[in-house]
Structure formats: structure tokens, C-alpha cells
């Protein structure tokens, strides 16, 4: 049972450009949203969070939107840099603590 | 502060083989978790430890076993290693300091296992 998917395995944009990337969810009792960023052989970094009673949170370059209704979110990297090229996890967490991640986005971003 | 680490971090075991990794969380972490990455599954989440307690726990086999200590350093153990126990694990340590809170986990930098 999938709750968290990435139905994006791979995305490529332009230095410069909007990246955004996408998740939707099945679970109606994660409390909370967070991205994660991974290089190889590196575990992941926390990049952003949404509490799942807002819509939408904003961190520099990163903001997180989060649709309810559609069980929707998705992450924006305005302007996309180069180093931001790695794969990008979404998470649903509750509130005891366990975190179900999606399968990851590979995210290009070419110079 | 020091992060999340893991040693070791590479290991190449073969099949029937037990392995125990370790994990020191990120200091005053008191909740530690652990993952499981393979190619195509995303990070799968394994179990939960907190106050040197079982706290969660995924939808892994008996053979995956863990423990924390009293310094909330956190070790996993598999026992009869599978060809498809082949993997990076992944250790997370979060603050945990009130009950229903929010928590932001901090990994490590994972432990490649090769089973053989």
C-alpha cells in the first residue's frame, strides 16, 4: 500500500527555470508534509516542512503547497541552480513519529 | 553540533550472515528511526526507538531487530542475511521532547550493506 507516491521518477529543467515537483498522498492522518534532498552516497537532507493545516510555506528558493482536497503537494525551487540537481523525497509524518516516504524524484537541472 | 553518524559505513556480508550496524543521533536527540533504501522503493521505514523503547514499527521480517541505549545511541541487527537484504540503510534521530509534536529527522549518512 503506497500512501506516499512520486509518480515522477525523473524531472530536467533549465538553470534558471521553475522546478516543480510532485506528490500525492492516500493517508488523511499525516499531521504533517517535509522534503527531502538527497545526493549520492549522502542520506538525506531536510529541506522544507508544511503542518497539514496550511497550505502553503515558503523557505528562500523552496516553497511547499499543499492541497487537502486533493491530498496534493508539491515543491517549488525558484530559481533552479545546478546544485540542486539530486533526487527529491516527500514524506507524510504523524505525530508518533514515523515518516512514509514516497519512491523519489531525480531532478535535473542543466546549466 | 555534530550530525547523525553511522558506522560503518560500508559492509559486505554473504548469505546466512548476521550484521549489527550502529547509529549515534545528533546530540539530545532522543528518538531514533531506521530506513531502508533500495532502488526503486523509496526509503522504507523499518522501526522506531525512544527512550530505549520500541516505539514504531514498519513491515520488516523478525530477522530485522534493533535496539537503543540509555544514550540513545541506536544499533540494528539482521540476522540470516537474504541476497535481498542488499541495501542503504538509514538511521534518523529526532528531538522527540513533547508528545504529538512535529518532528523534523535529521539522517545520517547511511550504511551500504552487500549482501553476497
Known amino acids: 500500500d503506497q500512501q506516499v507516491k512520486q509518480n515522477s521518477p525523473s524531472l530536467s529543467v533549465q538553470e534558471g527555470r521553475i522546478s516543480i515537483l510532485n506528490c500525492d498522498y492516500t493517508?488523511?492522518?499525516?499531521?504533517?508534509f517535509l522534503w527531502y534532498k538527497k545526493y549520492p552516497a549522502e542520506g538525506p537532507t531536510f529541506l522544507i516542512s508544511?503542518?497539514?493545516?496550511?497550505d502553503k510555506n515558503e523557505d528562500g528558493r523552496f516553497t511547499v503547497f499543499l492541497n487537502k482536497s486533493a491530498k496534493h503537494l508539491s515543491l517549488h525551487i525558484v530559481p533552479s541552480q545546478p546544485g540542486d540537481s539530486a533526487v527529491y523525497f516527500c514524506?507524510?509524518?504523524?505525530?508518533?513519529?514515523?515518516?512514509?516516504f514516497g519512491q523519489g524524484t531525480i531532478l535535473t537541472v542543466h546549466p | 553540533k555534530a550530525g547523525v553518524t553511522q558506522t560503518p559505513r560500508y559492509l559486505i556480508k554473504t548469505r546466512g550472515q548476521q550484521v549489527t550496524l550502529s547509529c549515534s543521533p545528533i546530540s539530545g536527540h532522543r528518538s531514533v528511526s531506521w530506513y531502508q533504501q533500495t532502488p526503486g522503493q523509496g526509503l522504507q521505514f523499518l522501526f522506531e526507538y525512544f527512550s530505549e523503547t520500541q516505539r514504531n514499527k514498519g513491515n520488516f521480517p523478525g530477522r530485522f531487530s534493533g535496539r537503543q541505549f540509555s544514550n540513545s545511541r541506536s544499533e540494528m541487527n539482521v540476522s540470516t542475511l537474504e541476497l535481498g537484504d542488499s541495501a542503504l540503510y538509514l538511521c534518523?534521530?529526532?528531538?522527540?521532547?513533547?508528545?504529538?509534536?512535529?518532528?523534523?529527522?535529521?539522517f545520517g549518512p547511511g550504511t551500504r550493506l552487500l549482501v553476497l
Open positions: 514524506a507524510g509524518g504523524t505525530s508518533y513519529g514515523k515518516l512514509t
Open positions: 493517508n488523511s492522518m499525516f499531521d504533517y
Open positions: 508544511i503542518s497539514s493545516i496550511k
Open positions: 534518523a534521530s529526532s528531538l522527540s521532547d513533547r508528545a504529538g509534536a512535529q518532528e523534523t529527522q535529521y
